[in-house]
């Protein structure tokens, strides 16, 4: 069995949604938006932050079990939905109710760029963006769907809805 810990878009992806998934906290690390969907959820005229994960005080997200035997196929079904150009799969500990587990997470290989905290920016961003997959706002929404029947909560996605609600 391998666990591989989902903190953006990623928690409700079909790849990993038939498999069993518990709340975990990612140490050391936190969401930004930091990279940019030109296709699925973005155009290049008008792309859609999405997130990346940056050193920080922490990350909660989604474990997901993945049994042995699938843990191939589903690793490279996700680097290629990761953009393995700009993510790189690592290996953390992640801290759940039940007791720390090892985890691949795919951590973002750039820095933040500046203004990356600029919520009115962010927001104007994700409102202009419409891709083959959605809008960006639905893709906030999607992350907030993902999240909220585990508990999981995160106060820049919580932000970014909030405003995007209203």
Not at 116 to 134: I, K, Q, S, Y
Request: hydrophobic residues 40%; charged residues 25%; positive net charge.
């Amino acid at each position: 069995m391998a666990w591989v810990f989902a903190y953006g878009s990623l928690m409700g992806d079909a790849t990993l949604r038939h498999y069993r998934a518990r709340p975990a906290r990612l140490p050391g690390y936190r969401r930004t938006f930091l990279h940019e969907s030109r296709r699925r959820w973005g155009t290049p005229e008008h792309p859609c932050p999405i997130l990346g994960l940056v050193p920080g005080e922490g990350c909660w997200g989604l474990a997901f079990e993945i049994p042995q035997a699938e843990v191939r196929a589903a690793c490279s079904t996700i680097e290629k939905r990761e953009a393995a150009s700009e993510r790189r799969r690592e290996t953390h500990a992640a801290e759940t109710e039940q007791g720390p587990l090892r985890a691949f997470v795919w951590v973002s290989r750039q820095p933040c760029p500046p203004g990356e905290d600029d919520l009115a920016a962010v927001e104007a961003r994700l409102r202009a963006a419409h891709g083959t997959v959605g809008t960006g706002v639905e893709y906030v929404r999607t992350l907030v769907h993902a999240m909220q029947p585990h508990g999981v909560h995160d106060p820049l996605v919580d932000a970014l809805w909030t405003r995007l609600q209203a």
